[in-house]
């Protein structure tokens, strides 16, 4: 009977709550992008489960913090939706057409518990150049 605790306590603890913050400054061709969305995600062999979402701010500014119960702890990224270096053309009449950059967060920022020790600093990232090649 002890046995059977140790083993749930063991796979109860497994699956505790993990978490992971991030912040950056996001520019389109040196300049603030405001407005941008980024969502944060911990990564999955299927499909990804969202933790946060969020917009930037008029100077680019994002932070996004998120937790996750996951059995072996989580691995997390974050993806900025954009509409750096499409003609205004295409942005007005094609609202939908948007780049996708995508970064992984190292483990060493994912904590256990429901807050995060320490965020993630992306520092800043030039959208142009996501999408180039760059």
Same mark, same amino acid.
């Given at each position: 009977m002890l046995f059977v605790g140790v083993a749930l306590l063991g796979l109860f603890g497994a699956c505790m709550a993990d978490s992971v913050a991030v912040e950056?400054?996001?520019?389109?061709?040196?300049?603030?992008a405001s407005g941008v969305l980024v969502k944060l995600y911990e990564k999955d062999t299927l499909l990804d489960d969202k933790l946060a979402s969020g917009k930037s701010d008029s100077q680019g500014r994002f932070r996004l913090q998120g937790s996750q119960s996951e059995f072996g702890g989580i691995k997390t990224?974050?993806?900025? @939706?954009?509409?750096? /270096?499409?003609? %205004?053309?295409?942005?007005?009449?094609?609202? #939908?057409?948007?780049?996708?950059? !995508?970064?992984?967060?190292?483990?060493? @920022?994912?904590?256990? /518990?429901?807050? %995060?020790?320490?965020?993630?600093?992306?520092? #800043?990232?030039?959208?142009?150049? !996501?999408?180039?090649?760059?």
């Open positions: 950056g400054v996001l520019t389109c061709d040196g300049r603030p990224k974050f993806n900025v @939706y954009h509409k750096c /270096g499409t003609l %205004p053309f295409t942005r007005r009449f094609i609202p #939908t057409c948007t780049f996708k950059a !995508s970064f992984d967060i190292p483990s060493r @920022y994912v904590a256990g /518990g429901n807050s %995060p020790r320490e965020t993630y600093n992306a520092q #800043t990232l030039e959208l142009l150049s !996501s999408h180039q090649g760059h």
